[in-house]
């Protein structure tokens, strides 16, 4: 851009999350999403085991952080809550093999893709996009993150959401069809991967509908806690 170029409006800010325990954030670029990697959640949703995993995305700005609000969305009656293993990419690339995977993770949070299932059983019989279903505003609540310098990389561990103190999913990681090297890989394949790019890995069994008023509080062993509200519709 020349010295005398401008935007001609003003830049929207840039998404980020926070980073546990500092006052650094990690920014967003894009938001991805694997559909279908527990086999509970396949088997809820009445769908065929031995389909490969697909990935979806979401807008980098409906994020809410932890303590936050996400308003209960327009047009749907059935938003459902799935909690999430988030990977946070500080690197990437096209076709990156299976043993460098890992070497791109920044670090790890848990999310939970907010799901307008009416919607997304819709789209999904009508052969339409999945965006009415799955990128509205404020469709992705996510934690801080915790770098894999400190954690690792988690394989195993309890991954839990609570709606109003009551347990609602309680899955364990090690209960992923795609581990996190394979979701990289294969979705390298798709579009080449960027630092600041997250992504949730799916959601064990237990999803169910979250209505205004509710507190959900998620967790993933050894990462920082998430809780949101889900508060009244926006006018
Ligand atoms: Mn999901």
Redesign the pocket.
């Known amino acids: 851009m020349s010295t005398n170029t401008k935007y001609v409006i003003t830049p929207p800010p840039q998404a980020a999350l926070a980073i546990a325990g500092s006052t650094d954030l990690f920014p967003v670029r894009r938001i991805w999403?694997?559909?279908r990697n527990y086999l509970e959640h396949i088997k809820e949703m009445g769908q065929d085991e031995r389909e490969p995993p697909f990935f979806f995305a979401k807008p980098a700005d409906s994020i809410v952080p932890d303590g936050g609000t996400a308003p209960y969305p327009s047009l749907t009656k059935d938003m459902h809550h799935?909690v999430?293993l988030v990977v946070a990419l500080k690197s990437g690339g096209r076709y990156i093999p299976l043993d460098k995977a890992l070497d791109c993770v920044w670090g790890y949070g848990v999310g939970i893709?907010l799901?307008r299932r009416d919607l997304q059983i819709a789209s999904r019989e009508l052969k339409r996009p999945w965006e009415v279903g799955k990128a509205f505003d404020a469709s992705a609540p996510c934690g801080p993150l915790v770098s894999a310098t400190k954690i690792g990389h988690p394989k195993k561990g309890k991954i839990t959401l609570k709606c109003n103190g009551k347990v609602r999913q309680d899955g364990d990681l090690e209960q992923l069809i795609w581990n996190v090297p394979e979701i990289i890989s294969k979705l390298s394949e798709m579009v080449a991967l960027e630092a600041g790019d997250i992504i949730?890995t799916?959601?064990p069994s237990g999803v169910a509908a979250t209505v205004a008023g509710d507190t959900l509080e998620c967790e993933v062993a050894g990462v920082p806690k998430l809780t949101v509200k889900i508060g009244p519709p926006l006018k």
């Open positions: 999403c694997v559909g799935e999430e893709d799901t949730m799916g959601t």
